[in-house]
T-cell receptor, first 114, second 113 residues
Framework: ETGVTQTPRHLVMGMTNKKSLKCEQH?????MYWYKQSAKKPLELMFV???????ENNSVPSRFSPECPNSSHLFLHLHTLQPEDSALYLC?????????????FGPGTRLTVL | GENVEQHPSTLSVQEGDSAVIKCTYS??????FPWYKQELGKRPQLIID?????GEKKDQRIAVTLNKTAKHFSLHITETQPEDSAVYFC????????????FGKGTRLHILP
């Protein structure tokens, strides 16, 4: 349960705020992911990093900006969000360097945009 | 690219009965099929997976079957219990260098007392 951690667990922000979500994995994995989970799209892949390099950007608006300084840490920088961006943001990691393999999810950050 | 369809979106079964959730995929190169369970307020967690070199895998009350020809795979839960109530996601992956894992839209399973 503590292999992938996310902070904060809950975040409320206004549309003009800038905030960052943090994810850390203690499993020695090489790939990390950001997902958005909402009622409309249960598990929507946003970004994929393999060995710190972004390999996937699933047509995500530029108001979401990922950063992966090393293979253990992943950030999602948020700015000028919209109310429809309110959702659960899940981070995940996987052990296989060449593929998605088994995903290990963090507990998520519940984001509310006012 | 890969597309994963999952049915049904909601399923209610009497406690003790069996539940079956079905998924289809489009990319014949997919060779890894995990299933995740997400309880209310918790993170998705892997419960069982199957690779394309086998047709069936079982772990206690949970089993998964794979039909590569028809490109579909199913999750079977027998003797359902209240703690089986959750959202279940199927997924497909090719496990190559440029691979990404594609999830189905999920099935909300209700176990009725």
């Amino acid at each position: 349960e503590t292999g992938v951690t996310q902070t904060p667990r809950h975040l409320v922000m206004g549309m003009t705020n800038k905030k960052s979500l943090k994810c850390e994995q203690h499993l020695g994995h090489n790939a990390m992911y950001w997902y958005k989970q909402s009622a409309k799209k249960p598990l929507e892949l946003m970004f994929v990093y393999n060995f710190k390099e972004q390999t996937e950007n699933n047509s995500v608006p530029s108001r979401f900006s990922p950063e992966c300084p090393n293979s253990s840490h992943l950030f999602l920088h948020l700015h000028t969000l919209q109310p429809e961006d309110s959702a659960l943001y899940l981070c995940a990691s996987s052990p296989l360097s060449g593929g998605a393999g088994t995903q290990y999810f963090g507990p998520g950050t519940r984001l509310t945009v006012l | 690219g890969e597309n994963v369809e999952q049915h049904p979106s909601t399923l209610s079964v009497q406690e003790g009965d069996s539940a079956v959730i079905k998924c289809t995929y489009s990319d014949s190169a997919s060779n890894y099929f995990p299933w995740y369970k997400q309880e209310l307020g918790k993170r998705p967690q892997l419960i069982i997976d199957i690779r394309s070199n086998v047709g069936e895998k079982k772990d206690q009350r949970i089993a998964v079957t794979l039909n590569k020809t028809a490109k579909h795979f199913s999750l079977h839960i027998t003797e359902t219990q209240p703690e089986d109530s959750a959202v279940y996601f199927c997924a497909a992956s090719t496990n190559d260098r440029d691979d990404k894992i594609i999830f189905g839209k999920g099935t909300r399973l209700h176990i009725l007392p």
